[in-house]
């Protein structure tokens, strides 16, 4: 059953239709005018007779911007390990003109617009992860909290294709003449972080992460709790215990004690700073810090002779496939010059 008020204010006129049914919560919403209201509530009726009883009137007073707020501030998020990454995606999105977009208008054509213009700024790779990340907000909306939505919108919508993994590895002479730039960067922990990287295999933020305490020094071992990276596959693991090379252990005792505790008291964007500086004296390009990890392991099976399960040790990776066809880059020359 349906009633409509009539209500005057100062300005203007307004019909509030409330249709109710047993067993339900009441549904209203307001027009400017009568014929409206009736429209509405004869087609709500006719919903509720087919036993839809899906209320949208909280979506409809509500933005995508409304709903991301709520779910960063809400703390969603942290139950994941790149949660630090959605909170980054969150602030893009309210730059966005897609975050005033009413719920229940927000549509394909919306979401295209908005890969569009981050597309602008970013790689394919980036938008899919900013996809995602809309795409769990309006799930927990719909899902968590009970918000009636005909349907996610981002389901309409294909991922892009990802340009294949990067194969950059660290030449022999780019080794040298990073070596040598590190060492005269302004940065006191350059030459180290570089050199712990190449010998450990380990991410940037793992290693920006570690600490002394988790190091063994009598069994030459480095502890590393949760790699905090959110970019972790299935088919690596974030915990693990990895060996540590001579070289690893020398460059760490040579460095000063942090009184938190790090083996590499700075930041991410101090390291980074620093490390396109020395890339530039050295005359190396198209290498990315992230290529170190890769470079890494690569020498380890040309240089150091390890077996795939050991350096599977180190790496962390589970399936030996994508440690092979991704993070392996051996050069066929030098094969050559085995055999």
């Known amino acids: 059953m349906a009633s409509i008020l009539r209500r005057k204010s100062k300005t203007k006129i307004t019909f509030r239709v409330c249709v109710k049914r047993q067993g339900i919560k009441r549904i209203y919403k307001t027009f400017n005018t009568r014929t409206e209201a009736k429209r509405w509530a004869r ?3 006719v919903k509720l007779d087919r036993g839809d009883y899906s ?15 709520r779910y960063i501030k809400g703390e969603y998020h942290k139950k994941k390990k790149g949660w630090r990454y959605e909170e980054y995606r969150y602030k893009q999105l309210l730059e966005d003109q897609i975050s005033e977009v009413n719920l229940l208008r927000l549509s394909s054509k919306h979401l295209a617009e908005y890969r569009d213009r981050r597309l602008a700024l970013v790689e394919s790779a980036t938008w899919n992860k900013d996809f995602n990340f809309v795409s ?3 799930n927990a909306a719909i899902f968590d909290w009970g918000i009636y939505l005909p349907n996610n919108p981002c389901k309409l919508i294909k991922r892009l294709k990802e340009p294949p993994p990067r194969k950059r590895i660290v030449e022999d002479w780019e080794h040298v003449k990073l070596l040598d730039a590190c060492a005269k960067s302004d940065h006191p922990y350059l030459k180290s972080a570089y050199i712990f990287s190449l ?32 970019f972790l596959s299935k088919e690596e693991s974030s915990e693990r215990t990895i060996p540590l ?19 590499f008291p700075v930041t991410r964007d101090s390291i980074n700073k620093y490390w396109m500086k020395a ?11 992230r290529d170190l990890r890769r470079t890494g392991i690569t020498w380890m099976f040309e240089k150091k002779g390890l077996s795939v399960p050991e350096v599977q040790v180190i790496s962390g990776h589970k399936n ?8 392996t880059q051996l050069n066929p020359t030098k094969i050559a010059q085995k055999i």
């Open 43 to 45: 087609s709500m009726e």
């Open 55 to 69: 209320d949208y009137s909280e979506a409809g007073k509500l933005t995508l911007g409304d709903i991301a707020n």
């Open 136 to 138: 769990v907000v309006i």
């Open 199 to 230: 010998e450990t295999a380990m991410r940037q933020g793992e290693m920006l992460n570690a600490k002394y305490q988790n190091i063994n020094f009598q069994k030459l071992t480095l502890y590393i709790p949760d790699t905090k990276t959110g």
């Open 245 to 263: 090379s001579s070289l690893a252990i020398q460059t760490v005792m040579k460095l000063p004690r942090d009184f938190e505790g790090k083996i």
């Open 279 to 289: 890339k530039e004296k050295a005359g190396v390009k198209d290498l990315m810090w």
């Open 320 to 327: 030996p496939l994508v440690l092979l066809n991704t993070y």
